[in-house]
């Protein structure tokens, strides 16, 4: 059983930049792809961007190609994301998540095949 907590969000003005942390426990997190999802207020869970259980690949949404940048410290139990260049339409509350995918089917976009979520960590960026 893995436990993940989210923390590093807060409230920023459109243009600036936040680095949300993940740190797992309960597992053997290399074991695992890890990922990051959004939800706005109203509107569906939303992938953002995965890591590889070595690190050696990422996949992003277009909508942050460019500005958000995913990483993992294995040996810190930790996966990260930078976000850089944030846009009010960013604002919401971001999800860590990690499960057990095979390196065909990633990036895999669809939040019901990750196993393990964290309580979420709020994010608002103010025009």
């Known amino acids: 059983q893995v436990q993940l907590v989210e923390s590093g969000g807060g409230s920023v003005q459109a243009g600036g930049s936040l680095r949300l942390s993940c740190a797992a426990s309960g597992g053997t997190f290399g074991n695992y792809v890890a990922a990051w999802f959004r939800q706005a207020p109203g509107q569906e869970r939303e992938f953002v961007a995965a890591?590889?259980?070595?690190?050696?690949?990422?996949g992003y949404s277009d909508s942050v190609k460019g500005r958000f940048t995913i990483s993992r410290a294995n040996m810190k139990n930790t996966v990260y994301l930078q976000m850089m260049s944030l846009k009010p339409e960013d604002t919401a509350v971001y999800y860590c998540?990690?499960?057990?995918?095979?390196?065909?089917?990633?990036?895999?976009?669809?939040?019901?095949?990750?196993?393990?979520w964290g309580q979420g960590t709020q994010v608002t960026v103010s025009s």
């Open positions: 890591i590889w259980r070595t690190g050696g690949n990422t």
């Open positions: 998540a990690a499960g057990r995918h095979i390196l065909s089917q990633f990036p895999n976009p669809q939040a019901g095949t990750y196993a393990y």
